[in-house]
């Protein structure tokens, strides 16, 4: 992969922000309660391992990643903390998981028995049980289901150290609870099938922690949070003010004055009504910066200034309200004077969520830190 590290877009991402949000959701939990930060994805975007640094700095005393890539490069980083990878490790990899001291999410029976039969004769992995309570994606879909790996993981003590059990709702973030409570109680039929409870009981993502927190068990996998996105985009208020933490920027790297009649970029879909200042802009959907963004705006000098003609792999123009110089800060996402785009904006425009966008910037937009110290 090719980082951009000599070009002007960049992303900015804030320690403080990072900090303040894990910070306000551990203080609404009791003390007996841990807080672990999902960094899959980057850290969402925003680089996994300064994440996890955050994230400790701020009291988070585990991390949840999807991929067990994710665990090892946190590993790799010197993170000694629990790591709980989230989605189905492929069960060949079962061993390096527990050499590393990895904890995986199991949701069947022939999992645990390919992996004590072929893969930890002499070594104990550590595993979360995973429960469908009716996301529908992984887990295990019965109580009695439950029960015979439960039995099973008991009778293989050497290898399994059972240290969670957990699920995943489909609709915290939603102001309809129908489907949450169905899930609760799927979840508490699941619970009485279990003959002990492991260390780990969790089920909150940071939806769930910030609306249902009644119903968090004792670890929250508290993700978007993190970031300062709200998981319901605006549909639910959360209880604190979740802070932004990325920012993306860039310059104007060309600036002309075009006559009424000329056209702008691929299919010539736009034409200038009138004598018009246009800025070009080097990133595009490459950068993750999406196609269907075009018509939407960008904040120069404080001013929205609307992305004109078909957003490029590589480059955008920008209709501007007057002559601005080349190297003009553009702000795509944060603040400029008095105005602010958030990712919810961006999402809203591009007809999906703020996770998709974060996620979707490309490693070839450098991140830059600010931040990233406790200072009293
Ligand atoms: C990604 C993920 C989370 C974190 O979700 P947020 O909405 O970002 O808080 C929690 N649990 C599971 C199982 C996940 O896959």
Redesign the pocket.
């Known amino acids: 992969m090719v980082e951009g590290i000599h070009r002007s877009t960049r992303i900015i991402v804030d320690g403080a922000a990072i900090r303040h949000n894990i910070s306000e959701e551990i203080s609404r939990l009791d003390n007996k309660s841990e807080l672990f930060a999902?960094i899959?994805a980057n850290g969402y975007g925003h680089g996994i391992r300064a994440v996890a640094k955050l994230a400790k700095q701020a009291g988070a005393t585990g991390f949840?990643v999807?991929l067990l890539d994710e665990a090892l490069d946190l590993r790799e980083a010197g993170f000694v903390e629990p790591i709980l990878v989230?989605g189905i490790t492929p069960v060949e990899h079962a061993r390096l998981a527990a050499e590393k001291g990895i904890s995986l999410t199991v949701g069947n029976l022939e999992w645990l028995q390919e992996a004590a039969q072929n893969y930890l004769e002499d070594i104990q992995l550590k595993i979360h049980l995973g429960l469908d309570t009716g996301m529908g994606r992984i887990g295990f879909q019965t109580p009695s289901e439950l029960t015979v790996a439960d039995k099973f993981v008991n009778e293989h003590q050497e290898q399994f150290d059972f240290e969670g059990v957990f699920t995943?709702f489909a609709t915290a973030d939603e102001k309809d609870e129908t489907y949450f409570k169905l899930q609760v109680g799927r979840f508490k039929e699941f619970m009485n099938a279990l003959k002990k409870r492991p260390k780990y009981v969790h089920v909150s993502?940071?939806?769930t922690s910030l609306w249902h927190a009644a119903c968090n068990g004792n670890m929250i996998?508290?993700?978007?949070?993190i970031y300062g996105m709200n998981?319901s985009g605006r549909e639910i208020t959360p209880p604190y003010e979740l802070q932004p933490a990325m920012s993306l920027v860039s310059d104007l790297s060309f600036v002309k004055k075009i006559t009424a009649g000329r056209s702008i970029s691929y299919g010539a879909t736009y034409t200038a009504k009138n004598d018009e200042w246009i800025g070009t802009i080097p990133i595009g959907y490459a950068d993750g910066y999406e196609r269907r963004l075009t018509g939407f705006h960008v904040l120069v000098d404080g001013n929205e200034c609307e992305i004109v003609g078909r957003i490029c792999m590589d480059q955008m123009m920008v209709r501007l309200p007057k002559e601005f110089p080349v190297g003009t800060t553009v702000v795509l996402a944060g603040r400029s004077g008095n105005q602010i785009i958030t990712m919810t904006d961006i999402a809203d425009y591009a007809n999906t969520i703020n996770?998709e966008i974060t996620c979707g910037f490309t490693e070839r937009i450098p991140r830059e830190y600010k931040n990233m110290e406790v200072t009293k």
């Open positions: 999902v899959k949840c999807a989230l995943h993502n940071t939806a996998r508290f993700g978007v949070g998981p996770y």
